[in-house]
């Protein structure tokens, strides 16, 4: 059974830094593209970043400068890196598994909450 662990999350003040982690037990890692998605109360579930397993990248226009997707793929891990956090930045944050291959289903993690607040 495929599962996706996100772990990192917290209460963070403006400005400051959390790291987010995702453990896949995906048996073909390097098939899936990666990404966090995050949703805050009362909007829609939105695009953060993405990485593939070439390490192409694709960030929101809303946290790039400030967040940094990355992947490794001997511990089948994929990591969020926050910075300059700001309040709108709240939200559950997701990990989500993308298939290469047509006719795959993607996987979705349990969320984790991020709250940026003074």
């Known amino acids: 059974q495929v599962q996706l662990v996100e772990s990192g999350g917290g209460l963070v003040q403006p400005g400051g830094s959390l790291r987010l982690s995702c453990a896949a037990s995906?048996?073909?890692?390097?098939?899936?593209?990666m990404g966090w998605y995050r949703q805050a109360p009362g909007k829609q579930r939105e695009l953060v970043a993405t990485?593939?397993?070439?390490?192409?990248?694709n960030y929101a226009d809303s946290v790039k400068g400030r967040f940094t997707i990355s992947r490794d793929s001997a511990e089948n891990t994929v990591s969020l890196q926050m910075n300059s956090l700001k309040p709108e930045d709240t939200a559950v944050y997701y990990c989500?598994?993308?298939?290469?291959?047509?006719?795959?289903?993607?996987?979705w993690g349990q969320g984790t909450q991020v709250t940026v607040s003074s």
């Open positions: 989500h598994a993308d298939p290469t291959i047509r006719g795959w289903g993607d996987y």
């Open positions: 995906l048996s073909i890692f390097r098939l899936y593209v």
């Open positions: 990485i593939t397993n070439g390490g192409s990248t």
